[in-house]
């Protein structure tokens, strides 16, 4: 390899890459990906086996860790998660501080930022204290996500709650009312375990960059966290998958003139994109996508669920995947295009999608951020150079002289 601070300032070259299309940015440990074959892999597990045989949890402490936890292991990682569940009291007040249609990635990224100042002492890659860490940051974000959704919709708070699990507590802070007490689904919670395992880390995507980065300059694990969850909330990241549920709906509302999107999508001249295709890396079917479509079937027909944006869906995936021009692209339907008719049937709100998603990455990042800053002989400031094209030296005219 080539020593790259041998060449830096000697030659004058500059490595160009817009985008990072080809550019490594790190050694890891934690995600293998090949995009052209369509092959992930967490820590050598492959994603197709986890997502069927594990908990959310489990996977969390795989990413996290290194190794799929035993019995006890994954016991003492969920009291963990149960006895972190509470934000400090004084953190609920902020809630009543933003307006009503805030976003809810807006506030959240708020307040993940605003936890260093309530638990400064959480933030440590240290071997021993990362179950501890981890399991504070997880189980915290999950409670903010679902107090902002109850005081969006004006509810009392539901409080987490000792005996559920952490998809179960989840659902039951989002839904629970008093009028109305939430019944736990089994089959909503083996679903949400599955699309946050394959939310949970995808290598170096743009949040995750955005953590090793904001974190390179030493900022603390809650400021990283909050920078990674703004990078995801944009429309050709994590935001796709709300925006792909409100692609289908306006086809919907055009009485599926599915000709009209496709040809919008293929003009060079419209920025509009088809979203929920296409992906840096896979040129081929993205796993993720494939195991989410299965379960975005099944699980409708479970909570008797009969949604037209599903049909639309498959009917779009299906023009696409015969069509020229996303063929010769290599543009095939990737994680969002499917999980956010999922969300819709459990009920969550569309503007929640993203949040979602940001719940699922979690372990990714944390175990980015800490994989970064344990590797000590390549820690160093995150900075790329730029290839200057601007105006050479010029002279300088004094304000009284410019015409
Ligand atoms: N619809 C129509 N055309 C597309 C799409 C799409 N969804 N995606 C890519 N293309 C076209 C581009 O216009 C370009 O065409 P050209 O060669 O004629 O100029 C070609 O395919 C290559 O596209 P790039 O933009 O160079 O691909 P890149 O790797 O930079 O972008 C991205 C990847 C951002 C995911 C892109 O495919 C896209 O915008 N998709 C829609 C948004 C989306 O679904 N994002 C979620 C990604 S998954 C995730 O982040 C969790």
Request: charged share 20%.
């Amino acid at each position: 390899a080539i020593d790259i601070r041998k060449l830096r300032g000697t030659t004058g070259y500059i490595t160009l890459d817009s985008g990072y299309m080809n550019t490594g940015s790190c050694n890891s440990q934690i995600t293998f990906l090949d995009g052209e074959k369509g092959i992930l892999n967490y820590r050598g597990y492959e994603i197709e086996t986890l997502a069927e045989n594990c908990s959310f949890v489990e996977v969390a402490y795989l990413l996290l860790i290194g190794e799929l936890p035993t019995q006890k292991q994954l016991n003492d990682f969920r009291e963990l998660l149960s006895r972190y569940a509470l934000i400090h009291e004084d953190m609920i007040h902020f809630f009543d501080h933003f307006p009503p249609n805030a976003p809810p990635m807006a506030i959240l990224s708020n307040m993940v930022n605003t936890l260093q100042n309530y638990y400064p002492e959480m933030t440590s890659e240290s071997e021993e204290e990362l179950p501890e860490i981890a399991a504070r940051i997880l189980s915290k974000i999950r409670t903010i996500a679902a107090f902002s959704y109850k005081k969006s919709v004006g509810h009392p708070l539901v409080y987490p709650r000792y005996d559920l699990s952490y998809c179960g507590n989840f659902l039951n802070m989002m839904f629970d009312k008093p009028v109305k007490p939430y019944v736990v689904h089994p089959e909503v919670v083996a679903t949400l375990n599955k699309l946050l395992i394959l939310h949970a880390d995808h290598e170096q995507n743009c949040s995750t960059s955005t953590v090793r980065l904001v974190g390179s300059a030493g900022v603390n694990l809650y400021t990283s966290i909050s920078a990674g969850i703004s990078a995801l909330w944009g429309p050709l990241h994590g935001g796709a998958n709300q925006a792909v549920v409100e692609m289908l709906m306006a086809i919907h509302r055009d009485n599926n003139d599915f000709e009209k999107y496709i040809k919008k999508a293929k003009d060079p001249n419209d920025p509009f994109r088809l979203t929920g295709f296409g992906h840096r890396v896979y040129k081929t079917f993205d796993p993720r996508a494939t195991i989410i479509k299965r379960a975005c079937a099944k699980t409708l027909k479970a909570l008797n669920v009969d949604d037209p944006l599903l049909d639309i869906a498959m009917e779009l995936e299906d023009i696409a995947r015969n069509d020229d021009y996303f063929i010769s692209r290599n543009l095939y339907p990737n994680v969002d295009f499917y999980s956010g008719i999922i969300y819709r049937a459990m009920g969550i709100p569309t503007n929640m999608f993203t949040v979602m998603f940001a719940m699922g990455r979690l372990p990714g990042w944390i175990s980015h951020w800490r994989e970064m800053m344990l590797d000590t002989k390549n820690l160093r400031i995150g900075r790329p150079r730029q290839v200057y094209d601007g105006p050479k030296q010029r002279d300088f005219i004094p304000l009284h002289e410019r015409v």
